[in-house]
């Protein structure tokens, strides 16, 4: 079974970059019927995609965090990055990774989630 784990510092002060892990076991990163995703929930609100990082490496952004946001990976170690740069408060939320299936020529959803990490955003 595919899982998906989460790792960082819970705690960053504001303009710092928050840096995030997915550590995946039990399929590859580089497979090609799936991508990885990261999502966040800040406190009281509901979900919000950040990007994702395609099997090959390419990757895609929300419009509204793309300025700031990059995700990489590592494919040695089965990993995949978030790093979220000049953050505020009001990026303090629960940073969670995902996979998505791509079937059929088209991107059919997510089918497994880490179990989520609260990032902190204070001075």
């Known amino acids: 079974q595919v899982q998906l784990q989460e790792s960082g510092p819970g705690l960053v002060k504001p303009s710092q970059t928050l840096s995030l892990t997915c550590t995946v076991s039990?399929?590859?990163?580089?497979?090609?019927?799936?991508?990885w995703r990261w999502i966040r929930q800040p406190p009281g609100k509901g979900l919000e995609w950040m990007g994702t990082?395609?099997?090959?490496?390419?990757?895609a952004y929300s419009p509204s965090l793309k300025s700031r946001t990059s995700i990489s990976r590592d494919t040695s170690k089965n990993q995949f990055t978030l790093q979220l740069s000049f953050v505020t408060p009001e990026d303090t939320a629960v940073y969670y990774c995902?996979?998505?299936?791509?079937?059929?020529?088209?991107?059919?959803?997510?089918?497994?989630w880490g179990k989520g990490t609260l990032v902190t955003v204070s001075s």
């Open positions: 990082i395609h099997y090959s490496g390419s990757t």
């Open positions: 039990g399929g590859s990163i580089t497979t090609n019927s799936y991508r």
């Open positions: 995902a996979r998505g299936v791509w079937v059929g020529g088209m991107d059919s959803g997510m089918d497994y």
